[in-house]
């Protein structure tokens, strides 16, 4: 049994902000309220902490099986217990991809046996994510996966999309779709404008995530199926999404921490650390990406954690592979430029990371309510860290927030009752 | 006095001091090239490597004759630009080129940022940019503001137009960059197509309308424009292009009655410009490349930093 002691527990399931012990009992949430410790339990003293439902990471990608070189279902689940994530969910673009009932065993077996945290894999839209026949969505459905997407390899045809929309709704499976109309994405290595220019890259235009946004929002309206916009980045992207949640289409939407922190013009000296897609955009779609993320157009917080080895970063930019990592930065970077510039509450951080990610993904978590599973983030809001690459359990380092001082670290996360990270330790 | 930088890898980086510098010591070298004799011990014991991964002709061989004429030894290393992995095959060549101790390696290479990446993996060399990506083309515009001095007093106030493929020249990027440091009007021109977003950004005039950008022009610069764009549907036909963007007499008939036409070669006849024209009398092509090799000659001087004691 484990006594969380003196911390105050933010839950919005409960509409909860108030100092609370916790207790954790046979991997539920035992009782919550003044609890006296018995000398049995491991106490932890949690006073000046924040105790939170668990955080949800439900955008990652873990490589495993393929690519155990850069990333493996081990070393993701310590990069994310050590992140403060209790669960994540894990792109299907891995060799092969997870278009098959097999794979997504694989996957779930293979979690049980090593992972620290839950995870659900998302399972393909399409046969080998080529985009021309639909996965046995029922068959993958049925082994566990909570999402279908063709993340980073997005399904073109619309006729396809509208089929994969109307076929989910047999499974009520979420549909997540990478936003990027491929013909004017391609060629670009970085958000098209002026910084492009002078760098000397081909620019990849915004509207090219924009116009697959609009698609989505469309086919969502006219199939019901329900649709997740994954790393929106642009304003125009928000438009659609907002009107669309305005005409009660099902639509939700993440974003990034790199999307509301860095743009284009962050940029220097060719650093592949900073090339992923959607690329970095400018200083006013970060802007409106923060006020989307505190008027509620924003659902969730997610990582979209894509570990690369050196190898495929040390490059020119323009050959360099896409993608960044992470989950060890995420909850510190939402709490350095969202809670201590005062953009959102901690409640509403905690509807951005667990809350609204156990609805759209319905995992049944995302509360600290008596009897339910005890997954849950502990985080310290006074600790400093200083990012170093060095020190992640991923296996990866391509992260472009080295060197960088934040608050508000994840300190003890703990999964299905257990402890799987403490920090210090 | 030296320059500010170790490495020549763009126009941006550098301060008017450094620019002013490379020009003065330009002009200078210039006279070596006219005697019957084109050779000084100056740079005699360095050694430069042509570290090419795209074809060149001009700027290779300009790159050569300049260190040949400073007493200096040139090797030239091409590398075919369709292996496997150009990003592999770059960082490791530096590596086995840093350990042959060259004093300067000159890159050109197709991806932009190269010549950072290999200063990087290659130092103490220091690193000449002759071309990345779309990105810069730095002794280019030096080459072209020496030929526009050869002619014009100064370069401020100047009235510069450049036309032509925008998007894809390193040689348009780099001269607006040293251009307007040096208080040039510059008008960018061409196609919308062929103009990248954000140009504006660099404190130029962007248009397409050809007339605009020539009217009252001292300078005219051409750039290349591959016919192959032509499938890339940048415009419909080569006969179309010239008629909207090749630089004919009527057209230069818009621009001053001094004014004068460059073109940083290799010259697609007829697509960009009349072939009358090149060879005209308002043309200072010729003169571009033979200040090349002066322009060259004055980079590998102050950037293998020898002592003031000059040798000429």
């Known amino acids: 049994m484990i006594l969380l002691k003196g911390g105050t527990v933010v839950d919005p399931s409960q509409q909860l902000v108030r100092k609370l012990d916790l207790l954790v009992d046979k991997g539920k949430i035992a009782s919550l309220g003044k609890i006296q410790a018995k000398k049995s339990w491991d106490i932890v003293d949690a006073s000046g902490w924040v105790v939170c439902p668990g955080f949800i990471d439900m955008h990652v990608h873990l490589r495993e099986p393929g690519r155990e070189d850069k990333e493996t279902i081990l070393s993701g689940s310590q990069a994310a217990a050590a992140g403060g994530f209790t669960s994540i969910a894990c792109m299907p673009n891995t060799d092969p991809v997870n278009d098959s009932e097999a794979i997504t065993r694989f996957i779930i077996d293979r979690a049980r046996q090593v992972a620290l945290v839950n995870v659900f894999p998302a399972g393909a839209i399409t046969k080998g994510s080529k985009g021309q026949e639909l996965a046995e969505i029922g068959a993958m459905v049925k082994a566990g996966i909570v999402a279908i997407t063709d993340d980073g390899n997005p399904v073109e045809n619309n006729q396809i999309m509208r089929r994969a929309l109307e076929y989910s709704r047999i499974f009520d499976v979420l549909v997540i779709d990478h936003c990027e109309d491929r013909q004017l994405a391609s060629g670009g290595h970085m958000n098209e404008g002026s910084a492009a220019t002078r760098l000397g890259l081909y620019g990849l235009s915004r509207v090219a995530e924009e116009l697959d946004v609009a698609r989505d929002v469309i086919l969502g309206r006219i199939t019901g199926g329900r649709i997740h916009i994954a790393h929106i980045s642009t304003q125009e992207s928000l438009f659609w999404v907002r009107q669309a949640k305005k005409q009660g289409i099902d639509v939700t939407c993440e974003v990034t921490p790199h999307h509301f922190i860095l743009t284009d013009n962050d940029i220097k000296n060719y650093d592949t650390n900073f090339k992923m897609y959607p690329p970095l955009r400018t200083a006013s779609d970060v802007e409106n990406i923060i006020k989307a993320i505190s008027d509620g157009t924003i659902d969730c917080i997610a990582t979209d954690h894509a570990p690369h080895t050196s190898l495929e970063k040390e490059m020119p930019f323009q050959e360099a592979a896409n993608g960044i990592i992470g989950m060890e930065t995420a909850v510190a970077l939402a709490w350095e430029f969202l809670i201590r510039r005062e953009i959102v509450s901690i409640s509403r951080l905690v509807e951005l990371f667990s809350i609204n990610p156990n609805r759209i993904l319905k995992l049944g978590r995302g509360t600290l309510a008596e009897g339910a599973i005890a997954d849950v983030t502990v985080i310290d809001p006074d600790a400093e860290m200083v990012v170093d690459v060095n020190e992640f359990r991923s296996m990866s380092r391509n992260c472009p927030f080295h060197g960088w001082k934040l608050h508000g670290v994840p300190v003890m996360t703990i999964v299905r009752g257990k402890p799987v990270f403490r920090r210090g330790n | ?312």
């Not at chain 2, 086995?96 to 197709?110: G, Q, V």
Request: hydrophobic share 40%; aromatic share 6%; charged share 25%.
């Open chain 2, 1 to 312: 006095m030296g320059l500010s930088v170790r490495h020549l890898l763009g126009i941006e980086d550098l301060t008017l001091g450094d620019i002013e510098l490379i020009l003065k010591m330009s002009t200078s070298f210039k006279e070596i090239s006219s005697r019957p004799i084109k050779k000084v011990p100056t740079l005699r014991g360095k050694s430069l490597i042509n570290l090419f991964f795209e074809p060149s002709t001009r700027t290779r061989s300009s790159f050569e004759i300049a260190a040949k004429r400073l007493g200096a030894d040139s090797i030239n290393f091409s590398v075919s630009s369709s292996s496997v992995s150009k990003g592999e095959t770059l960082i490791d060549t530096g590596k086995n080129l840093k350990s042959m101790k060259p004093d300067i390696i000159a890159i050109r290479h197709p991806c932009a940022g190269t010549p950072q990446l290999l200063a990087k993996y290659c130092e103490p060399t220091c690193v000449v940019n002759a071309g990345d990506g779309l990105h810069e083309h730095p002794t280019q515009a030096f080459l072209d503001v020496l030929t526009i001095l050869d002619h014009k007093k100064e370069i401020k106030g100047l009235n510069v137009a450049i036309v032509g493929d925008i998007t894809h020249s390193r040689v348009a990027r780099s001269n607006v960059l040293l251009l307007t440091k040096l208080g040039a009007n510059v008008s960018v021109c061409g196609p919308p197509t062929l103009i990248p977003q954000g140009f504006d950004s660099y404190g130029v005039r962007v248009g397409f309308d050809m007339k605009e950008a020539i009217q009252g022009a001292d300078v005219v610069m051409m750039l290349r424009t591959q016919k192959e764009r032509q499938k890339e549907v940048f415009f419909p036909s080569i006969k179309e292009y010239f008629a909207l963007y090749g630089l004919d007499e009527k057209k230069m008939r818009w621009a001053r009655k001094s004014a004068i036409i460059m073109h940083p070669g290799p010259i697609n006849r007829g697509v960009e410009i009349d072939p009358d024209l090149a060879e005209g009398k308002y043309s200072v092509i010729a003169e571009q490349v033979t200040n090349g090799v002066a322009v060259r000659m004055a980079i590998l001087y102050l950037l293998t930093g020898v002592s003031e004691d000059m040798h000429l």
